[in-house]
């Protein structure tokens, strides 16, 4: 347990998905509050007004509402640090920029972006390690800073890095980091638009909201020492970092979109389980001791622990994503699964046609140990909602033999004499028909199969027949007579 009641934010900057490295920041963020009796805070970061997109924000709100990470403070939430968007809250950065400026750690910069442009290729050209600002408007004297304020010239304002000594992180995952003052650029604070970067604005926005632990992707790690700069230059008590571990695709590389879907949304779309792909980003880049694969969100709750995420990158593995989406799917009670199945006879080729709870329930049954996905209750079985339209012409070759036709007819007169058969009575009838013409069962089950469903797997043969019912076996016997004893 973490010796006081942690505070955590979720702050994406809205881009129109949900990155599934976004959406493994927000579990965790999630579960580290659940798991310390702490506060989840979801916050916008749309200050790069370039890079917005419309509906972005509904979109995050409604994909972090299907995969159930439920904040406690956000957007569209009450709670005692609002506003949590950051468009709303300019003032704020404003009212802490200026802060900075009278205290000699930021100051106004009014250089062109050409002038910045010809600093850094000339800086390009002597091979410096790395491009920085080179503290040119930090020479101004206050009444220019004045003069080309009045006559509204265009300006940002730039973070005052002082030489000192190296800035050190100390990352709940990673250790100790440290970096060199030297290398830490004059980063801008307020940019000409007026509105902050993520820098100034992140910073401000932890402190005022009380987070105490900052749980974010490693790809933020380099951004980490201009915020302790900032926390330092404010006076302000620094919350602990944790970095995590990076997604990478099979290939190690650097998870893209190229390489498959990266938004949380598709998915969703795709019809993946919000439990199976939580589960699943749950273990890109955390374990257990015992390893232990499956977890409900229970479990996770219980079991998450920030000791236990990783420094290695995590590869992003489908197959594991859908083996986790199937045993997810099999857990469900079966209610549960009619309910989905009969959402989704919805979009199928079938939505027009009805059949009862008590009929798809046997197809759940036989089927649960077959599928990975709720559609493959109907894209594996179509021989249930429908009569075959052909016979695999692989498994005719295979299993129809000379004789076939001829067992079929036994077996139909068997059939037709029963009144309501089940299972049992389809197994007896079967073995009779096989005993008195001396032939293996085999004979009979896998030319019953093919003509009942038009191919060669499937649920058991029995309880295949019992399900489609006395009526669609008999007729379906016989139509595939005609076409099949030529
Ligand atoms: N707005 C940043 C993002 O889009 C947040 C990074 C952070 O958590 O500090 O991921």
């Not at 992140?202 to 926390?231: A, C, Q």
Request: aromatic share 10%.
């Amino acid at each position: 347990m973490i010796n006081e009641y942690p505070r955590v934010r979720f702050a994406p900057s809205p881009t129109g998905y949900l990155h599934v490295g976004g959406l493994r920041t927000a579990l965790y963020n999630y579960l580290f509050a659940k798991s310390n009796d702490g506060k989840f805070v979801l916050r916008i970061e749309d200050t790069d007004r370039n890079r917005l997109v419309e509906n972005a924000v509904e979109n995050l709100i409604n994909t972090l509402k299907w995969a159930g990470l439920d904040y406690d403070e956000g957007p569209d939430k009450s709670g005692e640090y609002g506003p949590y968007t950051q468009s709303e809250r300019l003032d704020i950065y404003h009212k802490y920029a200026k802060q900075l400026i009278e205290n000699g750690k930021a100051y106004y910069c009014f250089c062109s972006p050409e002038r910045l442009t010809a600093l850094r290729e000339e800086q390009q050209r002597l091979k410096l390690p790395q491009a920085k600002y080179d503290k040119h408007c930090l020479n101004l004297s206050k009444s220019d800073v004045q003069a080309k304020l009045a006559s509204n010239e265009p300006h940002v304002v730039r973070l005052n890095v002082e030489p000192g000594e190296r800035v050190l992180i100390d990352d709940l995952i990673r250790g100790r980091v440290e970096f060199e003052r030297e290398v830490i650029d004059d980063q801008v604070l307020i940019k000409a638009d007026g509105y902050p970067t993520y820098h100034l604005a992140n910073v401000v926005d932890d402190h005022l909201m009380k987070i105490t632990h900052v749980i974010r992707g490693e790809e933020w790690l380099s951004s980490t020492p201009k915020h302790i700069l900032l926390y330092e230059y404010l006076g302000w008590e620094i919350p602990k970092f944790a970095h995590l571990p990076l997604l990478l695709n099979p290939d190690k590389s650097k998870l893209s979109k190229r390489q498959g879907d990266v938004a949380a949304e598709d998915y969703r779309d795709n019809g993946y389980l919000r439990e199976a792909l939580l589960n699943f980003v749950a273990l890109l880049g955390w374990s257990t001791s015992d390893n232990k694969e499956f977890f409900t969100m229970e479990e996770l709750i219980e079991n998450f622990s920030i000791d236990r995420v990783h420094k290695a990158g995590a590869v992003f593995n489908i197959e594991k994503l859908n083996w986790l989406n199937a045993e997810h799917l099999r857990a469900k009670p079966a209610s549960e699964l009619l309910a989905m199945l009969k959402d989704e006879m919805k979009k199928s080729k079938y939505a027009d046609k009805s059949f009862s709870d008590e009929y798809l329930l046997l197809i759940i049954e036989a089927m649960r140990e077959r599928v990975s996905f709720i559609k493959e209750y109907i894209d594996n079985c179509p021989y249930f909602y429908e009569e075959p339209h052909s016979y695999d012409e692989a498994v005719i070759a295979k299993r129809w033999k000379e004789d076939s036709a001829d067992l079929l007819r036994k077996f139909l007169e068997k059939i037709k004499a029963l009144e309501n058969p089940t299972k049992e009575d389809y197994e007896n009838s079967l073995d009779q028909v096989a005993q008195e013409n001396g032939v293996g069962k085999g004979r009979l089950i896998h030319p019953i199969r093919l003509v009942v469903s038009g191919v060669g797997i499937g649920p058991g043969v029995f309880d295949l027949l019992y399900i489609l019912g006395k009526e669609k076996v008999v007729n379906r016997i016989h139509k595939a007579l005609t076409v099949l004893d030529k």
